[in-house]
């Protein structure tokens, strides 16, 4: 019993993440696909990279990226703020942008699945964009997700000094402030 125990825990992260490869190319495959017809296969994808280290060798974090990916660039029903201080502090070279926005997504997606609750970017007459609560709800929940992850050494996420001090101030709670000052 011990032995099938001990074999079940160590196929059981194939069992639940095992094919994000072939649900990727099926869903590249249709011409306009829907992304309420995929949104728990992008929320399990955004799931598996916050859940994992960074391996470029792994085929599952790839496909986890790319499904990811590819719904970053569709009109979806969620907006990416995608501006602001600590988004021009990341890096392209390292990717930093690119998991802050999945960070977004995977917010975004946590409230629609477990919540039953979609987040609308609504403009207000007199209120800049930026300003707007949920706008800033998604940035500093996505950032707190980015910076919770990138803070683990085991997940070989690329620091830079700028995003050192975010995480040092995600620790001492006050991030929303160095956010949005």
Known sequence: ?????ITFLCFL?????SQFKAKFKAMEQIENPSFSDYDELVYE????????PVNSKSE????????AQFWMNRDTEFGMPIFGVFHTKL??????????????????LIQKIEKNRVIKFVKVEGVKFSDLPEVQEVQY????????????????????????????ANENGTLK???FK
């Open 60 to 67: 599952e974090f790839l496909y986890a990226v790319k499904i």
């Open 177 to 179: 402030e160095v956010l």
């Open 91 to 108: 890096t392209k070279e390292n990717n930093q942008k690119f998991f802050y926005v999945i960070a977004m997504m995977h917010y975004n």
């Open 45 to 52: 994808a955004t799931t598996y990279i916050f859940s994992n």
């Open 13 to 17: 992260p194939l069992i639940g993440f």
């Open 1 to 5: 019993m011990k032995k099938f125990f």
């Open 141 to 168: 929940e996505g950032a707190k997700i980015l910076l919770n992850y990138a803070k683990q050494k085991d997940n070989n996420f690329p620091l830079n000094s700028d995003m050192q001090v975010y995480i040092e």
